[in-house]
């Protein structure tokens, strides 16, 4: 038997069946209102494990059990709303040093035969100077995003 027992009041149970009927919302979301459906226990229904439940939404048994954990430890729409998932600053390549000599290149003169500075090869020569290990285009456009700079000299 699991830890934590899901028992949804009949007002609940409506908003998760509307939601899930609707179609509207972030599958992560819609996932978990599909799941607490399944674990309800309320007026009688069948005890499910996690790893039914899982297989039925093709979620991971660990991800039923944070849903389950969720509603009964915090509250309903914790349960129904998953938590934002964290920044992953270590898969930002280009910052610091590497987004300084970016801008230096940037601004700087493009190779001969070229009127203007590329993202390609602003990108291929940030990795031939060593700089980065490898990098797209849209990394180095998101980088010169967030810099403003005064074209005014």
């Known amino acids: 038997m699991d830890k934590y027992k899901v028992t949804l009041l009949p007002e609940e ?4 069946e509307e939601m899930v009927c609707k ?9 978990h209102a599909r799941v607490l459906l ?13 790893a039914e439940i899982g297989e039925v939404l093709q979620a991971s048994p660990d991800t039923v059990a944070r849903v389950r954990k969720r509603f009964v430890m915090e509250s309903f729409e914790a349960a129904v709303n998953p938590r934002p998932r964290p920044p992953r600053p270590d898969k930002i390549k280009i910052q610091d040093a590497s987004e300084q000599k970016l801008i230096e ?6 190779p001969d035969g070229r ?3 590329t993202l ?3 990108a291929d020569k940030l990795v031939v100077l060593g700089y980065v290990e490898s990098v797209g285009r849209e990394t180095v456009r998101q980088a010169l995003k967030k810099t403003t700079f005064n074209s005014e000299r």
Not at 13 to 16: A, I, S, V
């Open 23 to 31: 179609g509207k919302s972030a599958a992560r979301k819609l996932t």
């Open 38 to 50: 399944l674990a309800d226990e309320s007026d009688g229904r069948r005890a499910r494990t996690d």
């Open 120 to 122: 390609q090869l602003l």
């Open 105 to 110: 290149l940037a601004c700087s003169d493009p």
């Open 115 to 117: 009127g203007t500075w």
């Open 13 to 16: 149970r409506q908003q998760l």
